[in-house]
């Protein structure tokens, strides 16, 4: 079965205002529409939607990539972490955001590509358009 994604959507916004966002506990919060705590340095750590995320941030290079070891409630007890990829790219009107989820636990990979939809993109992209 399927264990990895990538998801690609563009954004109203630039490469910069997104990075930002994702490595603070504000911009977090106001992007995804839910509280979220974010230690956004190498190292630091983060959750999101309630504690259902969370995580570490492992790599980041300014304005371009976001690495994070990602877990959530749903994971099997005595799951490995997963990972995911923040890759963010400048386009004509704003940035192309992909995902790359990776190491993701058995059978859950298409749950997973529905909560990107649901509980990143469509926020993300009502958040950047106003």
Do not use: C
């Not at 995320?53 to 799951?79: C, D, V, Y």
């Not at 704003?94 to 909560?115: D, F, R, S, V």
Request: charge should be negative; avoid cysteine; aromatic fraction near 14%.
């Amino acid at each position: 079965m399927k264990n990895e994604l990538t998801l690609v959507e563009t954004f109203a916004a630039k490469p910069e205002e997104i990075y930002r966002a994702w490595l603070s506990t504000d911009g977090h919060t106001a992007m995804t529409g839910s509280p979220a705590k974010v230690d956004g340095r190498v190292g630091g750590e983060f959750t999101a939607w309630d504690g259902y995320i969370w995580g570490t941030f492992l790599e980041l290079e300014e304005n371009r990539r976001i690495l994070q070891a990602w877990h959530t409630s749903e994971f099997p007890e005595g799951a490995d972490d997963s990972g995911v990829e923040v890759l963010l790219e400048p386009v004509a009107g704003g940035t192309k955001l992909t995902i790359i989820h990776t190491q993701i636990p058995e059978g859950q990979a298409e749950g997973y590509e529905k909560g990107w939809e649901d509980f990143y993109f469509k926020p993300m992209r009502e958040y950047y358009s106003s």
